[in-house]
């Protein structure tokens, strides 16, 4: 479970960091929990007591209860998952997998399954869902820039193109003059 015999400051809220070389994730102010041999991306199950950690060295991502710091599900993943995010339900989480290329869609409304894989441009990174949770933003580091997915669907269905290396992106509601 976490534990820590050292805190910096109160948060009003839980924050959780994945520490690579630590092989672990940390609850802000609360200690750790071991995640893997290569934890890199978190992010909360909507709705639910729990954090899904990418772990890179395994190729798989772990489901971790925030209440206890165990793990309580493996998941299969493509090449080195980096980052996660999940629909505005909570019903599916995209995964992107840095090394084969692709994205891993897992099922989590019962037990965490995947779903299908959907190729992408090369090295797939950082990515972020429409506040509608209708399309899923993948920014591929080698590919060619931003690839669209259909979240209802699970497919591609276009590419925008960027400037150099695209690692990370986040989506919003914006304004134009």
Excluded at 20 to 25: A, N
Excluded at 54 to 67: F, H, L, N
Excluded at 149 to 169: D, H, K, M, Q, Y
Aim: contains cysteine; charged residues 20%; positive net charge.
């Amino acid at each position: 479970g976490f534990k820590s015999t050292l805190i910096v400051t109160h948060l009003p809220y839980q924050g959780f960091v994945t520490e690579m070389r630590g092989d672990r994730l940390g609850r802000l102010n609360s200690g750790a929990t071991l995640a893997g041999l290569t934890p890199h991306g978190v992010d909360f199950v909507p709705h639910k007591p729990y954090v899904f950690v990418s772990d890179m060295g395994a190729d798989e991502v772990r489901v971790i209860d925030i209440r206890t710091g165990k793990t309580v599900a493996v998941i299969p993943a493509g090449l080195a998952p980096a980052h996660i995010v999940f629909t505005p339900d909570g019903r599916k989480a995209f995964v992107t997998d840095f090394l084969s290329a692709d994205v891993t869609v897992v099922g989590v409304r019962r037990r965490p399954r995947v779903i299908t894989r959907v190729p992408v441009g090369l090295n797939p990174h950082g990515l972020d869902i429409s506040h509608d949770g209708r399309f899923v933003y993948v920014a591929c580091a080698h590919g060619g820039g931003v690839w669209v997915i259909n979240a209802r669907t699970n497919r591609v269905v276009g590419n925008i193109a960027t400037g150099i290396e695209p690692f990370g992106l986040t989506m919003g509601v914006g304004h134009t003059n």
